[in-house]
């Protein structure tokens, strides 16, 4: 870090001194990668494309949406920014180049297929009709789905629950031994709405995003039930006390690390715990964690798909200086050393198909990977963002009233709808 | 030529310009433009839609955040700014009165006033966690199990936990304007209620409390000032939630405002913040006059 | 019982310290993190390493004092002027600057952020101190204001006589003299200047501007998996502040008390 810095110290005054024509610094700013990952993506794509300097800035997700917001309405945008699909990058579309003539450049004609499909459908998620343009391009895509902890399951003498009700004796068995049953930081809204979805999508797959469409309401009967389940999981204590009034990053991931947390709700991104300095004994390598499905809450049958899509996507602002340079970067962080070495963190899964990671330190860490990217992603039908910004949120702060017991599942569900009718 | 009134009137122009003009450039023009943006039905990035009064006709009518937000400021002044009277005087008498390590305590009770506010709402999440949090694991080793309580997760308890960690916080500011307070106060005084046979209780509650009334006053200025601008501690500990349980109108303005990109909305609420401040700035300066601050009771 | 509650009031203090001396690897299982897991000092390695904190340090004290200094000039100036001076329409200006009183800054970022940008001081050290220095005003002239009119008027109106301007009387008398005031001015505007961090947040885009509030928020991305390193980040960012206090201490209760006493 301390290089890096002065080495983009050195090249600024590089830039300053010669300002050669060949020199264009691409700035991105972004909430993720984290910056350790992305410093190494930046050092490698420097490299590979002299004459451009990359100047990033990274953010916690709020702290970011703050800059984006101030930076946009006073146009003042870097050129490249981190996205995510739907909501997000809906509200900054206007301020956004279409990106497929970048990935035509970068790719050829026939860049779609060189993408998981997931990834492609996804990046255009919210566009009004027939607006076909892509106002980003996928770098990295997860699936939601739940982990465990391996060695408290040994210890419970335990397998992972695959039912509710084998969901609560799991949670009982869990509680008597002093572990959350399910830690959860669910003061933070995402990961509510991260685990309704997986309810929904449970309960009755696909429905939401036809009620997103207005094709049926947010009050039809699934939707209640969904809220229902949500709340039963607090009552019948397989969320760990507290829940609502602790943060998921770091708060309950720092339970989680230190193995005090039986299951908990994450994603494929999970998997970068190994690769950070100084992991705890149980992310080393990944040893102590595998990922498992969400119980099947409705007793029909859970459906073998998962939910999941595009985990971070980058789009090029309008305001870029020099779009060839800035459509330069993000190749290169999609599909070339950049990515390489985004990749190598485990970060999350790529976007772009066959890219590996260059070493695995464990077979189960090489096991996960494999599945997540050969069983689970190639499953995913239906994506974890949703379109809207109005019923998003409402379906975080429903989520938190139901829990905290101020409203009915069913005022929780006429809450998705009035966002819904809000927009519409 | 001036005349010798025009040229006083020029002169005391001059010493009020400079701070006019931040005024006007930091303060007026942004709170004109937030009243204008109040009136729009704008995300903040493109261009808004003139909206007249919506914004306020929703924010009175159906916005259960925004009056979660003005019943927790009524709970917050008063049990901010009493409680930390109390505290800070009864601290600052004891201190006074025969402490030895004077300076030490003082430090300790006065450095929460001055850390970060992020500092105090990461460790206190701590605190309260009932699952790990150290309130919670004292209580399951001493067997106080009203200690595990998710007193950041109920939410008809959240916003008095929040309150409590804002009185840890401003405690020792109360303290250190007491201890100056009571230097104030001559031995000679003390020593006369000492003769009459007060005991310190007494000696505290009858003779050196009453005459510090500047500094209370000073206190419940600052206390309602602090109210209507507390940001960082909600932000970063609860971030107003749950379910808005700890809404407070910065909070609130900030997350309509950039999180939920309702710019309009948010500026309507910040022009209700700006009007509800004037109105308590007028009545104060009006009220407490020239009264307050820490100079003597004219 | 003094020393009870002063032990209470140091837990936070100890569980920053007890996670940030904790090894990186360990995660702390109960007690909030009082309950350690061996002592090392690699968090404050790692951070060290990785964030320029003196750098940042001094980002904020150049910050907070610069408007510290702003808002005694310009306010002790408006609040000689309002006690004092006859002044056009003094009552409107007044009453404009002491409205401003309560005026939180979340609602005000996004103009301050325009027209800083209008200014060109955008990731410029003024375009915080003058903001800071705006907000502080109101605050200072009211104390001030105050204490001028509490200064006996009998010195004044000799000086007067001796032919002396208001600028002179201003300067040579009632500054010196109104130190108590000016010194809780001081303490308060130093410490909501260096503790403010929204405005900072969008104001300041460059790291080598960025004031030390923002340091967990930089970093927190970086070592969010890594409580450890946060809370060393914490612990850094806190001495300064102490260190300051204990400069500061003898001259605020010094200030505060004769400002109490002779008022």
């Known amino acids: ?25 691409v700035t991105y700013r972004s909430w993720s990668p984290v910056i350790q990952t992305l410093n190494k993506m930046v050092a490698a794509t420097e490299v590979q494309h002299p004459g451009i300097t990359i100047d990033v800035t990274t953010f916690n997700y709020t702290d970011y949406i703050v800059d984006l917001q101030t930076k946009a309405s006073s146009g003042a945008l870097p050129d490249i920014i981190g996205l995510e699909p739907g909501a997000l990058t809906q509200q900054y579309r206007d301020f956004l180049a279409p990106a497929q003539e970048c990935a035509e450049t970068a790719w050829g004609t026939d860049w779609q297929d060189q993408f998981f499909p997931l990834a492609i459908e996804q990046t255009r998620l919210g566009n009004p009709e027939g607006d076909l343009n892509f106002y980003g391009l996928p770098v990295l895509t997860q699936t939601i789905n739940l982990w465990y902890t391996v060695p408290v399951l040994e210890a419970m003498d335990a397998t992972p629950p695959e039912t509710y009700e084998e969901l609560k004796e799991f949670a009982a068995k869990a509680r008597s031994m002093g572990y959350a049953p399910m830690m959860i930081g669910a003061g933070d809204g995402w990961i509510r709405r991260d685990v309704y979805m997986q309810l929904i999508h449970n309960i009755a797959p696909g429905l939401i995003y036809k009620a997103e469409a207005g094709e049926v309401s947010f009050t039809e009967a699934a939707f209640v039930e969904a809220f229902q389940v949500w709340k039963n999981m607090f009552d019948d204590g397989i969320f760990q006390p507290g829940a609502l009034g602790l943060s998921h990053y770091p708060g ?5 690390e230190s193995g005090r947390a039986a299951t908990f709700p994450m994603g494929a991104w999970w998997q970068q715990q190994a690769a950070g300095e100084n992991p705890t004994p149980l992310s080393k390598g990944l040893s102590g964690y595998a990922a498992f499905k969400f119980p099947d809450v409705t007793g029909k049958g859970a459906p073998d798909d998962f939910i999941g899509g595009i985990d971070v996507m980058i789009g ?29 963190t485990f970060n999350d899964l790529p976007a772009y198909i066959g890219l590996t990671p260059a070493a695995f330190e464990t077979e189960n860490q090489k ?8 069983e689970w992603l190639p499953t995913v039908k239906y994506a974890r963002q949703l379109g809207s910004p109005a019923v998003k949120q409402a379906m975080e702060n429903a989520l938190a009233a139901v829990a905290a017991g101020d409203i009915s599942p069913a005022e929780g569900a006429q809450m998705l709808q009035d966002a819904h009718d809000s927009e519409n | 030529m001036w005349s010798k009134q025009a040229f006083q009137e020029r002169e005391g122009l001059i010493f009020i310009v400079p701070a006019l003009l931040l005024f006007f450039a930091f303060i007026l023009y942004p709170a004109f433009y937030i009243f204008y943006a109040g009136m729009l039905d704008w995300d903040g990035l493109n261009p808004g839609r003139f909206v007249f009064f919506e914004n306020y006709k929703r924010m009175f009518t159906s916005d259960r955040p925004f009056w979660l937000a003005m019943r927790n400021s009524l709970y917050w002044a008063p049990l901010t700014i009493g409680p930390q009277m109390v505290l800070g005087f009864a601290i600052a008498f004891l201190l006074e009165m025969r402490m030895p390590f004077k300076t030490l305590f003082r430090m300790i009770f006065y450095v929460p ?124 500990m609860t971030s107003g939630g749950p379910n808005h349980a700890t809404e407070m109108l910065p909070n609130y303005i900030f997350q309509q405002g950039f999180i939920l990109q309702n710019m309009g909305y ?21 009220v407490l006059g020239a009264r307050f601050a820490l100079g003597k009771v004219q | 019982m003094l020393t009870g509650l002063a032990l209470i009031w140091l837990v936070p203090a100890a569980i920053m310290l007890a996670v940030a001396l904790s090894p990186p690897e360990y995660r702390s299982t109960g007690f909030g993190g009082l309950k350690m897991g061996g002592i090392s000092a690699r968090n404050f390695q790692i951070v060290f390493h990785d964030a320029p904190i003196l750098r940042h340090l001094f980002n904020s004290l150049v910050i907070a004092c610069s408007s510290v200094v702003l808002v005694v000039g310009f306010g002790s100036l408006a609040a000689y002027a309002f006690a004092r001076m006859r002044v056009f329409a003094k009552d409107v200006w007044f009453y404009l600057l002491i409205m401003t009183l309560m005026l939180p800054v979340p609602t005000l970022i996004v103009p301050i952020f325009q027209i800083n940008k209008t200014l060109g001081l955008y990731n410029n050290y003024l375009g915080l101190i003058l903001p800071y220095t705006a907000f502080g005003l109101p605050f200072a002239i009211i104390i001030m204001r105050s204490f001028f009119e509490a200064l006996p008027k009998e010195i004044e109106e000799a000086a007067i006589l001796d032919g002396c301007k208001h600028r002179s009387i201003f300067w040579h008398i009632a500054l010196p003299l109104s130190w108590p005031a000016l010194s809780v001015v001081v303490i308060f505007q130093f410490m909501t200047a260096f503790n403010e961090f929204v405005l900072a947040l969008v104001t300041m885009d460059s790291n080598d501007v960025k004031p030390l509030t923002l340091v967990p928020l930089i970093y927190s991305g970086q070592f969010f998996t890594q409580p450890g390193a946060m809370f060393a980040t914490l612990t850094i960012i806190t001495v300064p502040v102490i260190v300051v206090y204990l400069l500061m201490q003898r001259f605020m209760i010094g200030g505060l008390t004769t400002g109490a006493v002779k008022g």
């Open chain 1, 1 to 25: 870090m301390r290089l890096i810095d002065t080495a983009s110290v050195a090249a600024m005054v590089a830039v300053t001194a010669a300002a050669s024509a060949a020199d264009t610094t």
């Open chain 1, 252 to 256: 309950a991931v720092e339970i989680i």
């Open chain 1, 316 to 344: 090029i602002t309008k305001n870029a200086k020099d779009f060839d340079a800035a459509c330069t970067v993000v190749a290169d962080w999609i599909s070339g050393a950049g990515a390489q070495a985004l990749i190598d």
């Open chain 1, 367 to 374: 096991a996960v990977w494999n599945m997540f990217t050969n």
């Open chain 2, 113 to 236: 006033a001055i850390i970060s506010p992020v500092v105090i709402g990461i460790v206190w999440q701590r605190i309260y966690n009932p699952f790990g949090g150290l309130l919670s694991d004292i209580g399951f080793s001493t067997g106080m199990n009203f200690l595990s309580t998710p007193f950041l997760a109920d939410t008809d308890i959240a916003i008095f936990a929040v309150i409590a960690v804002n009185v840890w916080q401003w405690m020792g500011f109360s303290m250190l304007l007491y201890i100056a307070g009571m230097q104030g106060i001559s031995a000679e005084v003390l020593e006369a209620a000492r003769l009459e046979g007060l005991t310190v209780r007494q000696t505290a509650m009858y003779v050196v409390w009453p005459m510090l009334k500047h500094v209370h006053l000073t206190l419940v200025l600052l206390g309602i000032i602090g109210t209507l601008q507390t940001f960082p501690l909600i932000f970063i």
């Open chain 2, 266 to 286: 948010a500026s309507a609420l910040s022009v209700v913040l700006l009007l509800l401040a004037l109105g308590l700035s007028v009545f104060q300066v009006n």
